[in-house]
């Protein structure tokens, strides 16, 4: 630097001279047409390969940085150049993007494949509802026109009732089993069905043990009864909380079978009324605990093969009220 700009300085504080500023970009303009550079160089652009282009494959700075180890990321094409070796992004993205869509697609075909063994199963279980059903009807039927004992052929004709409502409900589930969650429309059936069964149990009981039936003690167990299942109902339509529903119904189901206990059969030892009444209790704390489940495919399956065992249980009762067995 001369004495005259040093002067300048100096004099003017450190405000650049205009004949410098005009040598500094004469020098920059220079030099850049030495290293055939057209365009000034732009951070954030990619005006770094513009310059290895434009200076023949050659950067020099003032570090003497060979050419050789000169890295260039081409964010827009992707491609990774370390001297002689390209790396093609590209290609390792695809192979990701195959990977991740092998693998998603094998997912899927894994829970095709559980879905359509688990609609087979509801089918296949619905049918066996749905038959055993039909034969415990025609037999509770037929064995009710020719019975003469009045409380038997009650207990016959409700059967027969039962078993037809449970025929068109299975029928709707075979129907309709692709379509959807059908448990609402099981919990509307059961509303129907779940009176006749208790007044059946009632009037084998009060035969048995030569008791009455009260109006007032039925209207007891059908408030119980429809309170087991109202509660369960709201939980399955979410208006109240699931678990505390399941909670609620399990009370008052011990509440109703406790009251039915103590009410017909406390101090009325009876084999046929105590296997009558084990075997539906039984039945109906099963169906609060298939409550719980969180896989609907797999309640449908349950809940058939529980109404399968109703089916059972109907034609043990037409077995029982038919004499071909005795209960002694």
């Known amino acids: 630097m001369d004495e005259n700009i040093l002067q300048n300085l100096i004099d003017n504080g450190n405000t650049v001279p205009n004949t410098l500023a005009n040598n500094m970009a004469n020098n920059m303009a220079n030099n850049m047409a030495n290293n055939n550079i057209e365009e000034p160089v732009t951070v954030g652009s990619n005006a770094v390969v513009d310059l290895l282009v434009n ?188 678990k505390k529903a399941n909670i609620m119904s399990v009370i008052f189901l011990v509440i109703l079978f406790v009251y039915i206990y103590i009410t017909f059969m406390n101090g009325r030892n009876n084999l046929a009324n105590s296997v009558l009444f084990g075997i539906i209790a039984v039945l109906w704390f099963v169906f609060t605990c298939i409550y719980r489940e969180k896989d609907e495919n797999k309640k449908s399956i349950y809940y058939n093969v529980l109404d399968l065992g109703g089916s059972f249980f109907g034609l043990f009762i037409w077995a029982y009220l038919s004499n071909i067995f005795l209960l002694k």
């Open 55 to 242: 200076s023949g494959g050659s950067v020099e700075n003032n570090n003497n940085l060979q050419p050789n180890n000169v890295q260039v990321v081409d964010l827009n094409n992707n491609i990774m150049t370390e001297g002689n070796n390209t790396l093609d992004m590209n290609n390792n993205l695809d192979m990701n993007n195959n990977l991740g869509m092998n693998n998603m697609i094998d997912g899927n075909n894994n829970n095709l494949g559980n879905t359509e063994k688990d609609l087979h199963k509801i089918k296949f279980t619905s049918k066996l509802s749905f038959y055993s059903f039909i034969a415990v009807a025609i037999l509770s039927f037929i064995e009710s026109l020719k019975c003469n004992d009045n409380k038997v052929r009650h207990c016959l004709n409700l059967i027969t009732v039962a078993a037809v409502i449970m025929i068109i409900q299975y029928h709707k589930i075979i129907a309709n089993t692709d379509n959807g969650n059908l448990t609402v429309d099981r919990y509307i059936s059961r509303m129907v069905i779940s009176p006749l069964a208790l007044l059946i149990l009632l009037l084998i009981i009060t035969k048995n043990t030569g008791a009455s039936l009260g109006i007032g003690s039925y209207i007891i167990i059908l408030v119980l009864n429809y309170l087991t299942l109202g509660t369960a109902y709201l939980g399955i339509r979410g208006n109240l909380d699931k």
